[in-house]
């Protein structure tokens, strides 16, 4: 099956627990939602294959693979999985959570854009600050919890945020700061 990817790219993790990671992007196409402040260009695309994708990213020497989009849980599927992990790879996914994802990915990076979500646990949660009351994200099951000011605006308010209500912690877009991609 054809997956729908807008691009594969090399670079570092720009937000998150893996900040400053170096990592291989693959940007799936298309949401299921229509976010208001989403920030990423992902509509058009290329339709690859499993083989097609392993072929691309296999000179990239990193071992980390980000599955990003749009919403990925929207095209990765058991066989893309299996594939990467024969490549060797740690496979990351970053999702909005309201599909279910594949059996054995490695680290997964929720970042809820709604109240109702399919997945039940993750290693993150990535919330994107919006000056609304969050504390039930804190029983969402998750190792680290992030809050994201809005493409990089919002920032006192998230620190103050943070100040009043741990265990959040701080997460910037250091690519946007740093301007790399």
Aim: hydrophobic share 40%; charged share 25%.
């Amino acid at each position: 099956m054809k997956k729908r990817v807008n691009e594969i790219f090399h670079s570092l993790q720009g937000e998150g627990f893996w900040t400053g990671i170096p990592m291989v992007f693959i940007r799936f196409s298309g949401c299921n939602l229509a976010c208001d402040f989403c920030d990423t260009v992902h509509e058009a695309y290329t339709e690859m294959s499993v083989a097609d994708i392993l072929a691309r990213i296999e000179r990239f020497a990193v071992q980390r693979v980000c599955l990003t989009g749009g919403e990925p849980s929207l095209q990765a599927d058991d066989e893309l999985i299996e594939a990467l992990h024969r490549q060797n790879r740690i496979i990351h996914v970053e999702t909005n959570g309201t599909h279910p994802l594949p059996a054995n990915i490695d680290w997964i990076t929720v970042s809820p854009k709604t109240d109702h979500i399919a997945l039940a646990k993750a290693n993150e949660i990535k919330m994107v600050y919006q000056n609304r009351d969050i504390s039930a994200w804190l029983d969402f099951e998750a190792e680290h919890y992030y809050l994201q000011p809005c493409s990089c605006t919002c920032t006192e308010q998230v620190i103050d945020y943070i100040k009043e209500h741990p265990p959040w912690r701080l997460s910037v877009q250091l690519h946007k700061l740093l301007n790399f991609r």
